[in-house]
Every structure is written in C-alpha cells, then in structure tokens.
C-alpha cells in the first residue's frame, strides 16, 4: 500500500428530492487497499458509491455539500464514462447483466467500454477466465440462464476488462449461498494482494466485509461514524454486537 489517496470523499451531503440520504460522509481509499463501507440496510452506501461513479443524477439524487476527488479529478465535473475510463470502474447492486447475451458477449461489453482492440479483448477474455474458471465453461450460455454466483462473477469480470484501478462494488455477496460469497471475496484479495488492484466495496454482510478488508468505514443513517482498520474494528465489542451478531441479548435490550 503506497499511502497515496486514490479516491477522497469530503464532507459529502445528498438528497432524492426532498429527502436526506446523506448527511456527513467522509472516507479515503489509498491505492494497493481494501476498503469496506458497512453498515445496515438504508445506511446510504449504495448513495455513497452512485456519488463516487457520478450516478446520483441518473436516479434523480444530487450532492449538496462536499467533494469527491479521484485521482485528481474532481468527480462532479468528470462524466461517468470518463471515470471508467481513469480506471474507476464499479459493479452495481444487483448483478446487471445483459441476461440475452452469451456470458462472453458480456465480458467483451466491459472491453468496449475502455475502447479496448480486439487484441486487447482477447487477451484480457482470457484473463478472466483464468480468474474465474467456471466462466470459460460458461462461456456461450446466455447470462439469464446462469446462476446468480456466476452472474456476479460476469458482472465482475466485466468491470475487469475494462482494467480498473478502483474498483468499486456495491453489495457482492446479496442473495448468494455463503460458499459463492467466501470464493469473490478471496478471488477479490488475490487480486489485491497479486496486481494491486484497489477496491472500495460496500457490504452489509460485514463479517465477510471485515475478514478481507484492510480498513473499513462504517455508516449510520447516512453519516460516517467509525474508521479503522478492519481487524480493530473486528475486536471492537459494539461492532461486535450490532454487526457480528454477538451480543444479541445487549442488542435486543437497545432495541
């Protein structure tokens, strides 16, 4: 980890409308990191993560008050393709696949989306499939016809092809079986330990958030309230017992 912030978030303040998603969101994300942004459901990390992409305008939201800077740039005067093409690259919620093409014709999407040669498509396909071997046997199957745990694996793939630097990813282990979930996440730390690759991820399982992650933010009602290294905020007792499931009975107590 070089210690150099690729990605800064200041003071960020959002809306939809009327209502506050957001009201004090703060977090830096170096390159060579992990970082995890956890908390609840409704907690605003999939805001937090539209706003680092410039996406809020698409669903109506708009920041109020704060700046983001990816490496160097100021995000809100940067189009989101150009983003993708500085290397910040995300993978939404909800593994958005386009389910009528092949899982290849998706992969290759991710390839267009840089301005990638054929020559640079093929050689990056396979990468992927080396990455996730599952993907290769795939390969010519129509997306919608997959699993949910290879959907999510095209869905990644993709946001690789276009060779990010950040990647950013919002919720990658919902509504997958515990088994798929432990496989990204340690295909997402191989990849962070072997080429380096920075990852911002927000997830609400924040047991698996916290086990590959090197620091970790947590959110509360569209605040930032904790920011720690993700082993110390693992031995954290009120993480523990709010996130962890520990402590059930001191929780139900609060509740």
Known sequence: ?????????????????????????????????????????GAGKTTVLKAVSNLLPAERGHVTAGRIVYDGRDVFRTSTDALVRGGLVGVLEGRHCFRALSVEENLVTGGLGRGS????????????????????????????????????????????????????????????????????????????????????????NVTVALRHADRAVVLENGRSVLTGAAADLRARDDIKAFYLGAGAAHTRAMA
């Open 1 to 41: 980890m070089s210690g150099t912030a690729l990605l800064r978030v200041e003071s960020l303040e959002a809306r939809y409308g009327g209502v506050r998603a957001l009201s004090a969101v703060d977090l830096s994300v170096s390159e060579g990191e992990i970082v995890a942004l956890v908390g609840s459901n």
């Open 117 to 204: 040669n054929r020559a640079a498509i093929r050689s990056d396909l396979a990468r992927i499939y080396g990455i996730f071997p599952r993907l290769l046997q795939k390969r010519r199957a129509a997306a919608g016809l997959i699993s949910g745990g290879e959907q999510q694996m095209v869905a990644i793939g993709r946001a690789l092809m276009g060779r990010p630097r950040l990647l950013v990813l919002d919720e990658p282990s919902m509504g997958l079986a515990p088994q798929v979930v432990a496989e990204i996440f340690r295909t997402l730390e191989r990849l962070n330990r072997d080429e380096g690759l920075t990852i911002l991820v927000a997830e609400q």
